[in-house]
């Protein structure tokens, strides 16, 4: 059953589904537009492609193209898709043309590829027409796909909806994750090194940020913001969830840290939620960003991890809106704290497995 997986597990499956349906619709649309609605064969082929193609282009995003692949330069990230997604979807192509020969003339499968028919359709017939749609449509959904990633999940479909053109209050959750001891780290290992360390650790943690609908808001030198929607946040814990599953990932590439780096990072948190404001600043350089006194406070909450002998910090709002979500967690509250520059005290909430 679906609910039985993990969450990346979880997130695996709905990258496969989602690809695979495109797929299928995008092979019955060219195929539509391309030979009309005359002939029942050529719709089976298209649809056929477009799922078998969907199929292997997930399968390749998922286990080729994960967290590693990216490290590449854009340029040869983006050559090295296009080249590899073509060469598939074309063979997928030529595949299912030839399977649909030998079930319409009852030939076998090297006799369709030896067959005048056959070589006639690759020389002189469609594929030709049929492989230009398929690199055009590679690359510009790669270039897509890539131009999103470097932006962040769900940034590049909010510029071109304009959803924050003008500026939106919204209610969001905001966790600060931040490496401990980084001052003693950077001075042992030196800014070149601690910087290379910090490309590693957040390419590590964005499968766990992913699979718990996080949002990556922005990175400030060790810092990492991440953002939920509130009912992302709230539904299976997941604002929660999400940070002990960070810790796992650091743990499971211990020895690669101690190898490359010299040490394993260790992480602390502060979560809150609150109302924000979202629009886009900016001409020559556009970002969305949020402001509101709920980033503020976070980040306060974030300088009480260590003085309470804490790993991850959350604020009381955040705590009363998860209501009995926190009973699979060990709490300790801490009661009457003082956050810099804030007037009134306030109860905060140290969260543990």
Known sequence: QLTTLTPYQKLKVS?????????????????????????????????TTGFL??????????????????????????ALRVVTYSVC?????LNVTAVSQMYR?????????????F???????????????????????????????RLGQGVLLDYVKGTYHIPVQEQRIFMFVKVKDSEKHLENVGALKYHQFLNILYRDLVIPVLSHQGMVYEY???????????????KNANCIEMFFQLLKSIEKEASNYLDRIG????????????????????????????????????????????PLNEHLLISEPLFKLMNKSTNRFKITEHNHIKLRGKNDETNLYGVNQ
């Open 15 to 47: 990258i496969l589904v989602r690809i695979t349906a495109v797929g299928s619709y995008l092979g019955f649309i060219f195929y539509l537009i391309a030979r009309g609605t005359d002939e029942l064969i050529p719709f089976v082929n298209g649809i």
């Open 53 to 78: 193609a969907g199929l292997f282009t997930a399968i390749i995003e998922i286990y080729m193209f994960g967290k590693r692949a990216n490290q590449l330069k854009f340029i040869w990230y983006f």
């Open 89 to 93: 979807l074309g063979l997928i192509l």
């Open 105 to 117: 003339f009852n030939l076998g499968y090297f006799e369709v590829l030896q067959s005048e028919r």
């Open 119 to 149: 070589q006639y359709y690759i020389e002189h017939g469609s594929y030709r027409s049929e492989l230009e749609y398929i690199i055009a449509l590679v690359v510009v959904v790669n270039f897509t796909r890539i131009m999103s990633q």
């Open 220 to 234: 400030v030198e060790d810092l990492m913001v991440i953002s939920w929607k509130v009912n992302d946040g709230l």
């Open 263 to 306: 040490f394993i990072p260790e992480l602390k948190a502060s979560a809150n939620c609150g109302t924000v404001i979202g629009s886009e600043i900016g001409e020559i350089k556009t970002q969305i960003v949020y402001q509101g006194d709920t980033l503020n406070t976070t980040a306060r909450i974030l300088q009480k991890v260590t």
